[in-house]
């Protein structure tokens, strides 16, 4: 019988350093002389920085050396946070440009604008020779991400895009020992994912006017572009606080939120879908530029059988369990989210496998048996016993975003490969940006080379 630490000692998870204890990079960086310190800058201080800073305030041997924004007062907040807990301070820009001429030895550069602003300063930092750590969803458009593939190959630069999933230790269990190893899900017929979120939790963000950038600066930082008319400052800033609902400056729900999980359905899958049929509205939100609500259908041809897969992305409602993507079987289902309570895995009632030896070995906790179906209201005829439920083993759960930023930090050490270079980010996100055309047209998308290549 082989137990579960047995089985880590030989997986690649551990072999790489990412379950269960400290990951390789931190007991390479804990020893690091400071010259083997890397400096890191910051463009966009908004609130993924501050998410992104905090995943990486632990990791040792890196100084935080410049922060850039366009907004002055989050240049000064996040320079505040770094002098009180590393007491030194970071240089601070306001300009993209002076930054990269200036701090000409960092080693790394973080990403966290809005979309729009994604691959000019990814080619840019790429160009001025940093290694690029860039946040998702890669641009608002699919040529914006092309370019930034084109500045990684010819800058011999690293650029990691931020799907940080791709690093998590619960989904790198589920995928490759779970899926591929154990093969838990016999052949996968169907995936469906969700991003559900309440009203309230999708309104429009405001913050003190005093502390936005000015008209001038909103403009020469296209704030206005797409716009048919000229406008007004209010609706400059809205622009500018709320850059997620406008088409020319992101791709909206299904690309914010729908990028994180329609790459778990391709990186899992392991093959890009051949197409897409979608629909969509504004509901709700019905001044929004971009759907409120959307529902996408991708059809995949698989070695075992082809697969189809649903995915929502819904902003009026919470209700059918928040974020998931589930990989479902003839044999068993594997559910999966970046929250640990929304991650279950099920047997199906027919499976002629036992999984008693997976709970031997500690590789599932078995929770709950399916109860048979009965009662006055069942059609008993057609109805299938609800599957047993398991848990996976614990000690998986790292802070979302950690074992990511760790995996860049480790590949600029030459310790580990990037576990989502741009190509692969790419090759991955490629379906997404024809999700809303397919909506407005009303037409299913039949994939060519030329819509999914890198
Ligand atoms: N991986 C994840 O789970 C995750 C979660 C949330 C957001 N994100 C991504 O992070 C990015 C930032 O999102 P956010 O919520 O922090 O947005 P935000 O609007 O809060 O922050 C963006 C910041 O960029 C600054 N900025 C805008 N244009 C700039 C420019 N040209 N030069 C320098 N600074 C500029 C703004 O002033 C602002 O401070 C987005 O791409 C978003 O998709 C990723």
Not at 18 to 33: D, M, N, Q, T
Not at 63 to 90: E, Q
Not at 138 to 161: F, H, P
Not at 220 to 240: M, W
Request: net charge neutral.
């Amino acid at each position: 019988m082989i137990k579960r630490r047995d089985f880590l000692r030989a997986s690649s998870l551990a072999s790489a350093g990412l379950v269960f204890g400290a990951p390789s990079i931190l007991s390479a960086a804990a020893k690091s002389a400071p010259s083997d310190e890397l400096r890191i800058g910051f463009i966009g201080c908004g609130k993924q920085h501050e998410v992104l800073f905090n995943a990486m305030k632990d990791i040792p041997g890196l100084r935080f050396a410049a922060v850039c924004d366009i907004m002055k007062y989050r240049v000064g907040s996040s320079a505040s946070r770094i002098k009180s807990l590393f007491d030194y301070v970071p240089n601070r820009y306001l300009h993209v440009e002076d930054m990269l001429s200036k701090e000409t030895d960092l080693d790394a550069v973080f990403v966290a604008t809005p979309d729009f602003w994604h691959a000019p300063h990814t080619v840019m930092a790429l160009e001025a020779g940093f290694n690029v750590y860039c946040e998702k969803m890669m641009s608002n458009t699919i040529e914006g991400a092309r370019s930034m593939v084109q500045a990684m190959d010819r800058s011999g630069k690293l650029c990691q895009i931020g799907h940080q999933r791709r690093s998590n230790p619960r989904y790198l269990f589920a995928l490759d020992y779970l899926i591929n190893g154990e093969k838990i899900c016999g052949q996968i017929v169907n995936v469906n994912g969700q991003w559900n979120r309440a009203v309230n939790a999708s309104q429009d963000i405001n913050v003190k006017e005093s502390i936005l950038p000015d008209e001038q600066t909103l403009l020469q930082y296209g704030f206005a572009n797409g716009a048919d008319k000229k406008l007004s400052l209010a609706e400059l800033r809205h622009r500018f606080l709320n850059w997620r609902t406008y088409k020319a400056l992101s791709g909206g729900p299904i690309s914010d939120l729908g990028a994180h999980q329609i790459d778990i359905f391709n990186w899992f899958l392991g093959t890009q879908p051949k197409s897409v049929m979608a629909s969509g509205g504004r509901n709700y939100f019905k001044d929004r530029e971009h759907f409120d609500n959307v529902m996408c259908i991708f059809e995949y041809d698989t070695p075992s059988g082809g697969a189809r897969a649903f995915y929502q992305v819904l902003t009026t409602t919470s209700a059918g369990g928040g974020y998931f993507e589930s990989f479902m079987g003839t044999e068993g289902t594997v559910e999966i989210s970046e929250r640990e309570a929304y991650t279950n895995v099920f047997r199906e009632s027919g499976s002629s496998r036992n999984w008693d030896g997976l709970v031997d070995r500690g590789i599932l906790t078995k929770v709950a048996s399916g109860q048979a179906p009965g009662g006055a209201d069942a059609i008993a005829a057609y109805e299938s016993a609800p599957p047993d439920k398991y848990a996976f083993p614990g000690g998986l759960s790292k802070p979302p975003h950690q074992p990511h930023i760790e995996n860049f930090i480790a590949a600029i050490r030459g310790k580990a490969k990037l576990n989502c270079d741009a190509r692969h980010a790419l090759e991955s996100e490629a379906p997404i940006y024809w999700v809303n055309q397919s909506a407005e047209t009303q037409t299913t998308i039949h994939f060519t080379p030329e819509h999914l290549h890198t």
